[in-house]
Each structure stands twice: as C-alpha cells, then as structure tokens.
C-alpha cells in the first residue's frame, strides 16, 4: 500500500471515527523505538566483536593487494616479465579471495542482524500494542506515514524504555 493510499486511510478512519467519538491516537518512530533499546545496543557491540577478526582478514588482504600493486608500479622496467606476471597472478588471487571473503562476511553479517532486527522488531510491536491498550489509544501511527503531529503524541521514548524494561540486557 502507498503512502498516500495509508494516509487516505488514517485520515477516513480518523473521519469517520470523530464523526461518532473522540479518536485517540499517538505517533511512533517505530525503528528509533528498536534501534535505542539496550538489547540492539548490546547486539550491536557483539556483533562488531564477534566479527572483528574476519574484518581485520579483509583488512589485510586490501593492505597485501596494495603493497603487490605498488611493487608493480615501481618495478616497471626494473623486473623481469616473469616477475611481473607472478606479481600480477598473486594480485588477481588475493582480490578474488578478497571478493570471496568480503561477500561471505557481509552476508554472515546481515543474517545475524535481520534475525536480532526481526525479534527486536516483533517483541516492539507487543510493547506498543501493550501501551496503547493501556492508553486506550485508537490508532499508534508510524512517523514515516505522518505529514505532521503534535510532539505530545509521540510514544517512540516511552516504547523504548518499556521494553528496556520487558527485556533487560544481562
């Protein structure tokens, strides 16, 4: 669905809802609300160590493909042809390797992270699903689909602190 196709709709529902009783509403900054709890923090950090040698393994195949293509550069004329083609065969196997290990790193990487996201993400929806009970909120918007909103309405702190406080970090 559209933006403007989700807006036309809060905006009839919201309508049509006035039209027979006070409509109560709040706003969310839905991925703020996860990306500042205690437990993507906590995620975040160990993920950076948990692939920190593999990161480091990038970094020094760049520093190794970089030191062979200097040694091209500067050994023109002064190295033999063989030398030349075996300085240029390794390059092309560490950048392959290179290529290799980066894809497989990015890819191990964004796995971890949609899966932490995704239960991040749906144990948000019960906290807020929780709070607008609790609030006896008609409708809980996300800010991305909102043109405007009183500051008053939004609940993306008191989200977050919910669930810092459903899901505590060990």
């Known amino acids: 669905m559209s933006n403007v ?3 036309f709709a809060v905006f009839a529902l919201a309508a049509a809802t006035l039209m027979s009783a006070e409509l109560k509403l709040a706003i969310i900054n839905s991925q703020q609300a996860v990306l500042d709890t205690a437990e993507i923090k ?3 950090a160990e993920l950076e160590a948990k692939f920190k040698p593999r990161q480091a393994e990038v970094e020094k195949l760049q520093s190794e493909i970089a030191s062979l293509q200097n040694q091209l550069q500067t050994g023109q004329g002064k190295i033999t042809a063989q030398q030349e083609q075996n300085l240029t065969a390794q390059g092309q196997r560490r950048q392959r390797e290179l290529q290799r290990l980066t894809e497989d790193l990015q890819a191990d990487v964004d796995r971890e992270r949609n899966e932490i996201l995704q239960r991040v993400g749906g144990r948000m929806q019960e906290i807020v699903r929780k709070i607008a009970e609790e609030r006896t909120l ?3 918007v996300d800010v991305s689909n909102t043109v405007y909103f009183k500051p008053a309405l939004e609940l993306t702190k008191e989200a977050t602190a919910a669930y810092d406080k459903a899901y505590p970090v060990k």
């Open 42 to 44: 906590k995620a975040q």
């Open 5 to 7: 196709m989700v807006r």
């Open 138 to 140: 008609d409708v809980v």
